[in-house]
C-alpha cells in the first residue's frame, strides 16, 4: 500500500471512531432524561461558542 491509500483508510476509520464516541454520551443522556434541561443549556452555549470559533475563522480567511 502507497501513503495515499493508508492515509485514506485512517481517514474513514477515524470517521467511524467519532460516529462511535458519540454514542455514549447519548445513552447517558437518554438515561438521565431528568438532567435534560441542564444539559440542553450548556449544549447551546457550546454550539454557540463553536459557531464563532467557525465565524471568527472564515472571517480571518478573507482578510488575510
Known amino acids: 500500500m502507497d501513503i495515499i491509500t493508508l492515509a485514506e483508510v485512517a481517514g474513514n476509520l477515524s470517521v467511524i471512531g467519532y460516529g462511535i464516541g458519540t454514542l455514549?454520551?447519548?445513552i447517558g443522556l437518554a438515561r438521565q432524561p431528568e438532567?435534560?434541561?441542564?444539559?440542553?443549556?450548556?449544549m447551546f452555549i457550546g454550539l454557540a461558542l463553536v459557531e464563532v470559533l467557525a465565524l471568527i475563522g472564515f472571517v480571518a480567511a478573507l482578510i488575510i
Open 35 to 42: 438532567m435534560s434541561g441542564k444539559i440542553q443549556t450548556i
Open 24 to 26: 455514549g454520551p447519548g
